[in-house]
């Protein structure tokens, strides 16, 4: 079963073998901030998760399955260039088109508020990220030195949108 629904009302976004995709509210920061506690890594901290919810220049969506959160994502957008902020899946459900379906989600929100290009920072160590970005047309364009905590180089990568 696949659907979508209006993006200004919607809730609730696509639903897939039990999967839906969901705009991120307050009540899921705590779950997927645990997501990230649970790969080592500390992106956003709650009270910028609850002011990013708050803007309108972002967006940010949850995978969820029985009520678990699986996954999110979320980008920062203004006129017709996003930056991903962060994309997280759970360590149980790695390698199982999670972070595939937020990025298509995210692909269609662009395509339907005329956003052409989406951008994002990578670690050069983190090989199964960019592998994913460059199946879902990411190209490298950039490379920032020293980037995360003053040690390792960033790849900045580049996908262009077709707008409607």
Known sequence: MLYMLDLHKQKEWQKMDNIQILKMDVNDIDDSLLLEESHNIHILSKNILEKDLKETNNHYLIAKQNNEIL???????????????????????????????????????????????????????????????????????????NYYDGKENAYIMEKKIPII
């Open 71 to 145: 996954g999110y994502i979320g980008i920062s957008y203004i006129i017709d260039t996003a930056d991903i902020i962060s994309i997280v899946v759970s360590k149980k459900h790695t390698k199982k088109g999670i972070a595939s379906l937020l990025l298509n989600n995210i692909f269609e929100f662009c395509k339907l508020n005329n956003i052409s290009k989406i951008m994002l920072e990578v670690r050069e160590t983190n090989l199964p990220a960019q592998n994913l970005y460059l199946k879902h047309g990411f190209e490298k364009i950039s490379e920032r030195k």
